[in-house]
Every structure is written in structure tokens, then in C-alpha cells.
């Protein structure tokens, strides 16, 4: 298992000193050993024969993090045959209405290039939607930009905002792409802690001071990720003016991650950081589909920003990937056509999801920080007296057959996380069920 996804503790491998090129060059052989291959009779050659003598063929960026661990236990859960409640993607179906959309843009030939910056019709729902649920006027030629989905989206702002030596404040624990997201746009990111509810049903909150402290003037932009993954925190309104009044104060942006904006308990509201006065000139808005309509393969999400930001962001967009795909883009009109009623029930779907999984893991042995919003459940696991986080990981995929995210690759410092797994419940009820009665191993 991959340790963390680590920003700042790896270190940049520095090429191979002289003396260790003239050793790696005395152990190659002359000419590399050619293998047939079988398919079209053509030397297959690996990777490790091509390297040239002595070059240092990888980006210095790369050495800064690892894979991503989320994506790493999923991989865990196939080869172990655990019950997978680590990566965040539903196991039941989509909305038929969707699925028949997909299908009818396909049927109708929708399968070349849309425009690269996103289908009319997409864009004209998302500006529609925007007003709808958050009050915003947006014009749906100007600001806004379809993408691979909302990671696409997240990178291709930071690359299109970003200068080298620029600071990009994160809320820890983040969700992990925002830190190699950071170190690829050529950002520093400057990490201000969420510290966990000290009773039980209490809040995730932050300490001003320290938020305060985190804004200067190398400071380019604020990630903000709200309702949250892993904490599944909605930031209250008198945050999010608090951070208001510092990215004004500080001249600095707020790229807001709002894909879990419908999945909503116990009355919380969700607030576009948008939507708060001063904030429409300096706000990047991206949302996406994977979440709200079940459908993470589908990759489309997008970035909605003011014009001047919307064309750096549509031009990176273009070259990194020309475009979301455009059968798939059809159906997110279709989808964002939904009626209100869809929303509120997605929510409550979610909310008997988490009070189901819930109990369980208490009476497991975990202790649960109740999630406001999003569909994931951190926990802390101290009451089972593993090393870390990552040992109790794997213990729990290979022994107990349920995979989990280790709490550490939420954090900079792996310390800080190492007494928390998070759990995903963006599942079925018998996946829940059949995790219930594998945890209730634990208990034993
Ligand atoms: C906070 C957050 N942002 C973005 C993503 C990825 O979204 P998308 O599928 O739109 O790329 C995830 C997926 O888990 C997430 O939790």
C-alpha cells in the first residue's frame, strides 16, 4: 500500500551522482535484450531498457507525492475480496432518466469534440441551476468551463491561476488531490488544521488565528471544500465570511469544491462562497456530476469563474484535454433538468445510508464524527491499539475484508492522522450490511 499522498515530507530524488551514472552505465548491457513481441512481431523493449544512460527522465514535481492512496485501496479491496469502503463511488445505479439521456445523445450520434470549453445546453443548465439553488447570475458563454470532471477542473484553475512561488491555503485534513494539485501548478500549499469535535455530534472547527496567520502576501488562492470529504463538515455562514473577509482583505482567490452540495443532513445549508457579497469577482465555483447523479465514471464536471479567470481556465482545459466527453455532457443537461424533488431525496437516501453504517462501526469500536454533509464517516480508531492508521488499514482489507482510506493521507504530517480511517457510505444497503457483520468481527 502506497504510505501517503505527501507534499512536503518526500524529497525531491536528486539525479544520480556522477560516480552512480558511471556504475548504472557499467551494469546495463551494451544493447538491451529484445523480447518478440507477440503481437505484431515488433521488439518489445521496457521501460527500464529505453532509460538513456545518465538522464534524469522524471519531472522533479513528481517526487513530491505519491499515488493516490484512495485509489490504492480500491485496488487493496479487488485483490483481498473486501467489501470496498474506501473509495467514495456509489455501487447502485444511476438515475434511469440520465442513463436514457446518455443513451439517446450516443443513438443521435452526439460523439465528436463538443466545444472544448463545454456543450451549449450543459452550460446553459449549470448557469440555469446556479441560479436557482445559489442566487448567482452567470453567463453561460462567458464563465463557465466544462471538464473531465471536477479534478480536472480543480487542476486546470490552479494552472491557470498559479505562478511559481504563489501560496495556496488548504484546510486539513483535505481531500488528497488539492496537495499534488498545488505542487503541479508550481503553488506552495500552507495547510490550516480543522481539529475534530471534542464531544460527540460537535463540530470540525478551525482556529482563526491560525487561518489568519496563513494569509500574507504570497498568498494566491484559498481551496475551500464544502461539504467536506472526509470530515463531512458544512461550513457555517459565519465561516465562510470570515474567509470572506481575508481573501478581500489579502487580495487572494477562493476555489471552492462544491461537488457534495446536494448531500445535506439535519437541515444544514450549503453556501456558495460565491453567493457572499464581495466574493463573485474572486470565487471559482466548481461542481461536477460524479456525486450529485451517481455517476463518477461519467467524468464531467466544471469550473464557473469570471471571464478573465474562465479564458486562462478554458485554455489550459484545452490543451490538457480538449473536452468532456460529449454524449455524456447531453445527459448532464438532462440531468440538471431534474426536479427538486430528485435532491431532497438523494439526501435522505444518503442519510439513511450513513445511520445505518453509523452503529455499526460503533459498536465495532470506532468512534464516529457525524457527518453534516458528504458520504463519508471519519473515525477515530485509538480503542483498538494499532501502531497507525495504515497498519490498522490493511489489517482491516486483508483480515477483516473491509477497505477503508487511512486517515493519514488526509494530512501533511502522516502523525496527524494516524488514529483516523475514513469511511465511504455511498452504498447499497446489503454492502452496508454485509461490512456491518465483517467489522462486528472486531468486537470479538
Ligand atoms: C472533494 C472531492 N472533490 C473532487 C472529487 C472528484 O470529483 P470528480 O469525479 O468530479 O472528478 C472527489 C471524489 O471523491 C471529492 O471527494
Redesign the pocket.
Known sequence: MADRTSTQRKKVKKPPSRASRKSSRQERPQSPRLAKNARNGAPAVSGAQLSAPGKHFLSDKVGHFTESV?REMTRQAMLHGAVNLA??FPDFPAPAEIKQAAQRAVAADVNQYAITWGAKNLRNAIARQMGVWQGIIVDPEKEITVC???????ISTLLAVCNAGDEVVIFEPF?E?YGPDSVLSGAKPKFVKLRPPAADGGEWTFDEKELRRAFDKHTKAIIL?TP??PTGKVFTRRELELIRDLCVEFDVLAIT?E??EHILYEGTEHISMVSLEGMRERTVTIN????TYSV?GW???WAVAPEKITNAIRKVHDFLTVGAPAPLQEAGAAALSLPAEYYANLAAGYRVRRDHLMPALTSAGFQCFRPRG?YYVMTDISAFGFKDDVSFAKYLVQEIGVATVPGSSFYRDPRDGAKQVRFAFCKKPETLDEAARRLAKLAR
Do not use: F, H, L, P
Open positions: 484512495i473509495q467514495g473531465c470532471g471536477s479534478t480536472e477542473a480543480m481531500y488531490n471544500n467536506n470529504n469544491d461537488i457534495y461536477g456530476m460524479s456525486k463518477t467524468r464531467v464536471g458528504a
